[in-house]
């Protein structure tokens, strides 16, 4: 009744014996030449991120290597990658490849000169966005401002002591107690909305305490665009992810560090314990918790030295439209036309250059030379940025939680310290290499330590 169809399908059953028929044929390594010929070709194809001009593309095995090939090889080798190049190329930019963006990595000579450019040319917020976040999270908005940024330079910087006070509070609450992880917007919004209350009371002449918080800040402080419930509760969770994350992961490597050298660990309580023959136990003390953990000088460079050899992160970028050019700095008007910069800091920081002997582990490096002279008593604490120390960043956008950061890692770590001892189980000596995704290092999740409460003498 329908001989069209039928001839269709006669046809289409002819061509699918002949197709199986061909692909029956090829042989194995036809196959897989076929596959790598058209990945490499595919590899021409991928449009490319900008870079800085005339920097050459580092990592490849050979000359023709296809971008995604150097790409993949970027996700589980960005360390021995950013190394060699920092290695090779000491005094000129160079480009490394990763998955999603083309990174083009600066001497340290151009720190100093970059870290005076306005944000509408060289942006640490937008670089940082497109790294942690992306369109799809919904997270794209945060380039746009920079509240979060604001909240915990204006409000957390400035009146560190009282939070510091804050955070001792909450870890006298918490200590031993599991936190539980609640959804975002439905405790932010409560807050929100308890907050506007009492903003609206306050005006209307009552009397009415508030606990003081940077979400709080944010509300009061941000553009009516910017407090969209939605982007308060994404920004608040920016900053816990970005603070929680990263300081966990250093307080970890202290305390592997202190497994692989347990002679350090009576070192450091005997300071903490003479603070508080000086200065009474940090829950009695009237100088204030900031005060009383300025004196654990030692602590303070046993972890900016475990910082120097655990890097969280292997390099430290910015977005920028701008064009080097030799040393000087050319605008691109082209916004669009956007290259990420970043430095290679880890690698600049173990360099015998930089730090002498820099394979050894000398947590009081930054001691001894705070108290080589007098000049130097009030340099080289952890949290302090400088061309040669860049785990927290450098110039107008360092991290600005770092203080807050470091002071938090110090009364966690005294507790920790005064009250267990803590080992490698069995005849484990000595703590596993990190791993690395790209150019981020993680502690390995299969590391295991051994945890008693210390014996009362």
Known sequence: MFPSWQNVSNTTTSDSLHVGQLWSSITTPQLIAFILGALWLLSFWQAETPTVQGAPVHGRLWRWEPAFWLQSRFTWGARNIITSGYEKYKDRPFVIKRYDVNFTVLPHKYLDELRLVPESKLSASKAQVQNIGHKWTGTDFMAESHLHFRAL???????????????????????????????????????????????RRKEAGENVDEEDTILNWMKDNGTQDEVVIDKLATRQLVISFASIHTTTAAITNVILDLCTHPEWTPVLREEIEGVVKELRSIDSTQSGTKQWLQRLEKLDSFINESQRMNSILLRKQKLTNTILRSHLIYVNTDKEDSARICWAGADHMNDPLTTPNPKAFDPMRSYQKRHSSSDQIIKHLAGQTSPDNLSFGYGKFACPGRHFAVNEMKLLLARFITQYDFKFPGSITSRPQNVYMDEFAMVDPKVRIMIKLRQEV
């Open 153 to 199: 330079q204006n409000k957390l910087s400035a009146e560190l002591p009282k939070y510091l006070d804050v955070a001792k509070a909450e870890l006298d609450h918490v200590w031993g107690i599991e936190v539980p992880s609640p959804q975002a917007r439905e405790i932010i919004e409560p807050l929100v909305e308890k907050h506007t209350e009492i903003v």
